[in-house]
C-alpha cells in the first residue's frame, strides 16, 4: 500500500493537483473541529451578551479557544493549495487568466480579514482573563463583526468563479454550478443586517443571517470539493474541453 | 416543422438549459426557507405583525404583481417569437419585459421611501425587519433579472449570436423572479 | 403568429391577473367592521392561491407543460414542498404560540 503511495508522490503527473485537493479536504476539517467543536465560535455567540455576558463566554471558552485557533495559525497556510486549485481549474478554463488571477488574489486577501482576524483578536481575548469586561465585549464584537461582516472579498470572488464558468467552452465545471456560485454570493448579501442587529433573525447568529447561510454555504463547499476531485480525474494537461469522467473512476 | 406542427406535436423539450431550472429549484428551496421563518416569527407576535401590517398599501401590491405578470407574459411571448425566427419582435418583448420590470422596480423603490418617512424602517418593527428583507432581496434577483436580459438581447441582436437555448435560459430566470414575488406579496400583503 | 401556445398566452395572464385582484376582495372581507384581524380562512387562502398561481406560471409561462416528466413532477412536487412548508410553519407557529 505504502510503495504504491510513495509511487504515486513520485511520478503522478497529477500529484501537485492531488496534494492541492487533499490540503483543501484537511484544512476543511481542521476548520470544522476548531470553530465549530474547540473554540465554539461557530454558531457563534450571541451578540445580545453585555459586557459581563462576553467575559464569561471568553471564561467559559477559555482553553477551547487557545488550543483551537493554536491549531487553526498552523494550518491557514492549506488554504493557499485551496486557492491556487480553483484558480488552476479557471486556467484551464477557455477564458483569459486574469479570472484565475483575480480570484487567487481576492481570496488569498480574504481570509485574513474573513478568518484570522476573529482567531487572532479571540485569542487575544482569551490571552489575558482578567481584562475589563468592557474590553473583552470590545474583543468579542470586533472578531464576530469581522468575521461575519467582510462579505464584499467573497461575494466578488464568487462572481469572479460564477463568471468565469458561465462563458468557458472548455466544459470545466457544469453550468450549474456557476449557478451555485451566484447562490453563494447571494448569501454574502442576505449576511449584512447583522451588521445592525443584535438579535433575531438578522442578528450574526441568526436563523436568517447565520443558520440558512450555513446551509447554503454547506452545500456550496461539499460541491465544489467534489466538483474540484472529478476535474483533477478528468484532467488531460490540454488546451481544449476537458474530457469526460472515465467510467471507473466515476464511483 | 410548419408553425402549428411544432407547437401541437408531443416535442418534449427541457426550456433552455437544465443547469437554470436547477439554479431555479434551490433558490426556490432557499426562499421558502425565509418564507417559513417569517410565517413562524408572525404566529408569535401576532398583534404585531398584523398592526404593522396595516401600514402597507394592498393596492401597490397588486399593482406590482400585475407589473411582474405582464412582464413575465412578454418575456413568454420574446421566446415564442424567437423560436419562430421573428427576432424583431422578440426584441420588442424583450424590451417590453425589461420596462414592466423597471416599473415594478421604480414602485418599489418609493413604496420604500414611503415607508420609511412614515416611520417604517429596517429597524421599526420584527414585521419591517422581514418587509425589507423579502423585498430588497427579490429586488437584487430583479436587478439580477436586468443583466439576464441585457443577455438575451444580446443573443438577439446579431444573427451570428442567437441562441434560442440562452434566450429561454433567460425567460427562465425571469419567470423564476415573478413568481418569487407572487409568493411574497401574498405573504407580506394579504395573510392574516 | 397563431400557435396554439400564443393563443393560451393572454388567457392565462388574464386568469393570474384575476387572481391576484381576488386578494383585493379577500382583504376587503378580512376586516371585522373596519378592524384588522387575524383570519386563518384568509391566510390558508391566500397562500393557496399564490402556490396555484405559481404552478401556473410553472405550467404555462415557463412551458414545462411540454417538459420531460421529470421536470413536470419536479416542479409538482416543489409546489407541494412550499405547500406543506408554508401551511407547516403556520400552524405549526400557531400551536406553539
Known amino acids: ?251 | 416543422m410548419t408553425q402549428t406542427a411544432r407547437a401541437d406535436a408531443r416535442v418534449r423539450f427541457v426550456p433552455g438549459q437544465p443547469d437554470m431550472w436547477a439554479f431555479v429549484l434551490f433558490e426556490t428551496l432557499v426562499f421558502t426557507s425565509y418564507f417559513v421563518v417569517y410565517l413562524l416569527f408572525r404566529t408569535q407576535h401576532h398583534e404585531l405583525y398584523l398592526r404593522a401590517q396595516a401600514g402597507l398599501d394592498l393596492q401597490i401590491g397588486v399593482f406590482n404583481t400585475i407589473c411582474l405578470l405582464s412582464s413575465s407574459w412578454a418575456v413568454a411571448r420574446c421566446v415564442q417569437a424567437s423560436r419562430h425566427g421573428a427576432y424583431r419582435s422578440a426584441l420588442t418583448n424583450a424590451f417590453l419585459t425589461v420596462f414592466f420590470g423597471f416599473v415594478f422596480l421604480v414602485s418599489k423603490v418609493l413604496e420604500w421611501a414611503r415607508q420609511i418617512r412614515m416611520g417604517n424602517g429596517f429597524t421599526a418593527n420584527e414585521f419591517f425587519q422581514h418587509y425589507f428583507f423579502l423585498t430588497s432581496i427579490h429586488c437584487l434577483h430583479l436587478l439580477i433579472g436586468f443583466v439576464v436580459m441585457g443577455v438575451v438581447v444580446y443573443q438577439l441582436l446579431s444573427p451570428k449570436r442567437r441562441s434560442q437555448e440562452l434566450v429561454e435560459t433567460g425567460a427562465t430566470y425571469w419567470h423564476t423572479v415573478d413568481f418569487l414575488w407572487v409568493l411574497i406579496f401574498s405573504l407580506l400583503y394579504v395573510v392574516r | 403568429m397563431n400557435t396554439a401556445f400564443e393563443k393560451r398566452l393572454p388567457i392565462v395572464w388574464s386568469a393570474l391577473s384575476l387572481m391576484t385582484l381576488a386578494y383585493l376582495w379577500l382583504d376587503h372581507t378580512a376586516d371585522k367592521a373596519g378592524v384588522r384581524t387575524a383570519s386563518t380562512v384568509v391566510t390558508v387562502s391566500a397562500i393557496l392561491i399564490a402556490l396555484i398561481k405559481v404552478r401556473i406560471i410553472f405550467r404555462e409561462f415557463m412551458e414545462v407543460r411540454h417538459a420531460p416528466l421529470l421536470l413536470c413532477r419536479l416542479t409538482d412536487a416543489w409546489v407541494l414542498m412550499m405547500a406543506v412548508c408554508l401551511f407547516g410553519a403556520h400552524f405549526i407557529g400557531l400551536l406553539r404560540s
Open chain 1, 1 to 251: 500500500m505504502s510503495s504504491r503511495f510513495i509511487w504515486h508522490c513520485r511520478n503522478n503527473p497529477k500529484r501537485e493537483l492531488w496534494f492541492a485537493w487533499w490540503a483543501t479536504v484537511v484544512f476543511y476539517n481542521f476548520f470544522t473541529v476548531s470553530f465549530f467543536i474547540l473554540s465554539h465560535t461557530q454558531p457563534p455567540a450571541n451578540p445580545a451578551l453585555d459586557a459581563q455576558g462576553a467575559a464569561q463566554w471568553f471564561e467559559k471558552n477559555h482553553y477551547g479557544i487557545l488550543l483551537g485557533f493554536a491549531i487553526m495559525f498552523l494550518v491557514t497556510g492549506m488554504t493557499a493549495p485551496q486557492n491556487a486549485l480553483i484558480a488552476y481549474s479557471m486556467r484551464r478554463m477557455s477564458i483569459t487568466p486574469a479570472f484565475g488571477y483575480s480570484y487567487l488574489v481576492l481570496y488569498s486577501l480574504s481570509a485574513v480579514p474573513g478568518m484570522l482576524l476573529l482567531c487572532i483578536v479571540l485569542t487575544v481575548g482569551a490571552l489575558r482573563p482578567d481584562r475589563k469586561p468592557e474590553l473583552q465585549q470590545w474583543l468579542f464584537d470586533l472578531a464576530f463583526l469581522s468575521y461575519v461582516g467582510t462579505m464584499g472579498v467573497f461575494l466578488i470572488g464568487s462572481l469572479v468563479w460564477m463568471l468565469a464558468i458561465l462563458i468557458d467552452k472548455n466544459r470545466v465545471f457544469p453550468k450549474w454550478f456557476g449557478y451555485l456560485n451566484l447562490c453563494n454570493a447571494l448569501t454574502e448579501v442576505v449576511v449584512s443586517p447583522a451588521w445592525i442587529f443584535h438579535n433575531g433573525v438578522f442578528a450574526w447568529n441568526g436563523l436568517i443571517a447565520w443558520w440558512i447561510d450555513m446551509v447554503v454555504f454547506g452545500v456550496y463547499t461539499g460541491v465544489f470539493i467534489t466538483l474540484l476531485r472529478q476535474m483533477i480525474i478528468r484532467e488531460d494537461f490540454g488546451t481544449g474541453p476537458l474530457p469526460d469522467l472515465p467510467r471507473e473512476a466515476a464511483s
